[in-house]
């Protein structure tokens, strides 16, 4: 509904260079002509009316503060939404919720039950519901009573992630890539196939409507388009839970996904992989938590240096799986000598002397190399069966 205000008020101010782009600006104009030619605005919460136009100022003033400044990521001018090619969502302030048991009150629709119950005690501040293919979900923003718990492991780690093992620690751990999309990709062209055969509006200004079997079919696809969302989204989400609750230190590369996904070779591959999400996990648990995330630079050869002597092999392949030193003679997993390097660039930061001291990271690494390592990976495959968990090593 939003959309369509905003795209009617927008075509109204067409020839109007007096004006400047802006949310409260088309706010005002918007609430001058509601009555007579938008009256169902009345039938519908506040917040369908007045967040759209929100969120429409937030993104002139960062286009605008983008073209002055040019720091930071690309943005772009606001566009309006396209029904069927956009999220389907919609905000309510704090204010107008209720909850009671499993149930929730939204306004101008009722009581609404839900399956799980909120993990946190506080208030709420707001809510969001959305759609993601035939199911619906509301996320709610809520000032928790107590703050997180931090971690109390003082142990560090070097986290080497790729695409035959999802993530590779220092400490052995090694964790396999589910790759959802590579397992269910034929299926999906299958689904897509007869869908392109239903029935449905091909070309502009046909008025033939979608048929139920399109309708149908375009459910199916979305429904398994989300399953393989869910598995990479689980996956991720166990892992930087795992690594932010076991390990107070973390260090992980950090990579250029941008230009990883230039290659064409690799950009299916890297996209089912998610590292990107993986980083901003790491980073707002981190947060959360109290741990700290270094990330190495972007051309540190984690890789190519010999984690026993330091001797750099320059002539290293993506093919080369196992790195054999010309130096020490050290044969040693790929993965796993990048990610001890990850560690030992995590243990040069400067971290006061006292803490040091009173940690007991030198006795965790002389652990961790024999019973540690074992109890982790027992505990891992009891409590999440759906991650992989080895040890290399």
């Given at each position: 509904m939003a959309s369509h205000v905003l795209h009617g008020i927008g075509e109204l101010l067409i020839g109007t260079p007096r004006l400047k782009p802006s949310g409260m600006g088309l706010k005002k104009e918007f609430n001058s002509i509601k009555k007579?030619?938008?009256?169902?605005?009345?039938?519908?919460?506040?917040?369908?009316?007045?967040?759209?136009f929100i969120q429409l100022q937030e993104a002139w003033k960062k286009y605008f503060t983008y073209l002055k400044t040019k720091k930071g990521p690309k943005v772009g001018r606001p566009k309006f939404k396209k029904k069927g090619k956009s999220k389907d969502s919609f905000y309510i302030g704090g204010d107008q919720i209720i909850i009671k048991n499993r149930t929730v009150k939204i306004p101008n629709l009722g009581c609404?039950?839900?399956?799980?119950?909120?993990?946190?005690?506080?208030?709420?501040?707001?809510?969001?519901?959305?759609?993601?293919?035939?199911?619906?979900?509301?996320?709610?923003?809520?000032?928790?009573?107590?703050?997180?718990?931090?971690?109390?492991?003082?142990?560090?780690v070097g986290v080497d992630v790729g695409s035959k093992a999802?993530?590779?620690?220092?400490?052995?751990?090694?964790?396999?890539?589910?790759?959802?999309?590579?397992?269910?990709?034929?299926?999906?062209?299958?689904?897509?196939?007869?869908?392109?055969?239903?029935?449905?509006?091909?070309?502009?200004?046909?008025?033939?409507?979608?048929?139920?079997?399109?309708?149908?079919?375009?459910?199916?696809?979305?429904?398994y388009h989300a399953k393989v969302a869910n598995i990479r989204k689980d996956t991720l989400h166990k892992v930087s839970t795992f690594l932010t609750d076991n390990f107070q230190y973390i260090a992980i590369e950090?990579?250029?996904?941008?230009?990883?996904?230039?290659?064409?070779?690799?950009?299916?591959?890297?996209?089912?992989?998610?590292?990107?999400?993986?980083?901003?996990?790491?980073?707002?648990?981190?947060?959360?938590?109290?741990n700290i995330l270094t990330f190495a630079d972007r051309w540190f050869p984690s890789s190519k240096t010999c984690s026993c002597c330091g001797n750099i092999k320059s002539d290293l392949t993506l093919k080369d799986r196992t790195y054999h030193c010309n130096e020490c003679g050290l044969i040693i997993d790929r993965d796993l000598n990048a990610a001890i390097n990850l560690e030992r660039l995590e243990q040069t930061i400067k971290i006061p002397q006292a803490l040091r001291e009173f940690t007991t990271v030198e006795m965790t690494a002389l652990l961790t190399r024999n019973g540690l390592v074992s109890s982790i990976v027992e505990s891992v495959n009891k409590h999440q069966p759906n991650l992989i968990v080895s040890r290399v090593g």
């Amino acid at each position: 509904m939003a959309s369509h205000v905003l795209h009617g008020i927008g075509e109204l101010l067409i020839g109007t260079p007096r004006l400047k782009p802006s949310g409260m600006g088309l706010k005002k104009e918007f609430n001058s002509i509601k009555k007579e030619q938008f009256p169902y605005a009345y039938e519908i919460t506040k917040y369908a009316c007045q967040q759209p136009f929100i969120q429409l100022q937030e993104a002139w003033k960062k286009y605008f503060t983008y073209l002055k400044t040019k720091k930071g990521p690309k943005v772009g001018r606001p566009k309006f939404k396209k029904k069927g090619k956009s999220k389907d969502s919609f905000y309510i302030g704090g204010d107008q919720i209720i909850i009671k048991n499993r149930t929730v009150k939204i306004p101008n629709l009722g009581c609404v039950r839900f399956k799980e119950d909120i993990r946190f005690q506080g208030k709420i501040t707001s809510a969001t519901i959305s759609r993601q293919a035939d199911n619906w979900f509301i996320s709610f923003a809520i000032e928790p009573l107590i703050s997180f718990i931090p971690c109390k492991n003082q142990a560090g780690v070097g986290v080497d992630v790729g695409s035959k093992a999802l993530v590779t620690l220092s400490n052995g751990i090694q964790i396999e890539a589910p790759k959802p999309l590579k397992k269910s990709i034929r299926k999906l062209k299958r689904f897509s196939r007869q869908l392109s055969k239903k029935v449905h509006a091909r070309k502009k200004g046909d008025t033939t409507p979608k048929s139920k079997n399109y309708i149908k079919q375009q459910m199916k696809v979305a429904k398994y388009h989300a399953k393989v969302a869910n598995i990479r989204k689980d996956t991720l989400h166990k892992v930087s839970t795992f690594l932010t609750d076991n390990f107070q230190y973390i260090a992980i590369e950090d990579l250029n996904i941008k230009g990883m996904m230039a290659n064409g070779k690799l950009a299916r591959t890297i996209s089912d992989l998610g590292l990107y999400e993986l980083r901003r996990q790491l980073e707002y648990k981190s947060k959360l938590k109290g741990n700290i995330l270094t990330f190495a630079d972007r051309w540190f050869p984690s890789s190519k240096t010999c984690s026993c002597c330091g001797n750099i092999k320059s002539d290293l392949t993506l093919k080369d799986r196992t790195y054999h030193c010309n130096e020490c003679g050290l044969i040693i997993d790929r993965d796993l000598n990048a990610a001890i390097n990850l560690e030992r660039l995590e243990q040069t930061i400067k971290i006061p002397q006292a803490l040091r001291e009173f940690t007991t990271v030198e006795m965790t690494a002389l652990l961790t190399r024999n019973g540690l390592v074992s109890s982790i990976v027992e505990s891992v495959n009891k409590h999440q069966p759906n991650l992989i968990v080895s040890r290399v090593g």
